[in-house]
């Protein structure tokens, strides 16, 4: 099932948030091991704030990925740059 998780419902779903951004955690620092700051064994950043919308997928286990809430203004990677072709 997949969860919309906003403001105004947040604390209804706060045990989704709390295992999205432990498993953030899990991936991103642990395992990919990049540079970001961690509190209580949970990853949250900037873009985690009052005012963010996450879709949540919960009641499927994660088999070998992870599953990620995302908010919709975050992105983990820059945007695709555009690939020009050029004739001979």
């Known amino acids: 099932m997949i969860y ?10 706060h045990h989704l948030l709390t295992e ?4 953030r955690k899990q991936v991103f ?10 509190s209580a064994g949970l990853e949250i950043d900037a873009y985690d704030c009052h005012d963010a919308i996450y879709l949540i997928e919960a009641g499927t286990p994660t088999s070998g990925r992870q599953r990620l809430g995302a908010a919709l203004a975050h992105s983990a990677s820059p945007p695709a740059q555009p690939t020009i072709r050029r004739s001979l």
Do not use: P
């Open 29 to 38: 620092i642990d395992k990919l091991k990049w540079r970001l700051e961690e």
């Open 4 to 13: 919309i998780v906003s403001e105004e419902n947040r604390r209804r779903f």
């Open 20 to 23: 999205m951004h432990r498993q």
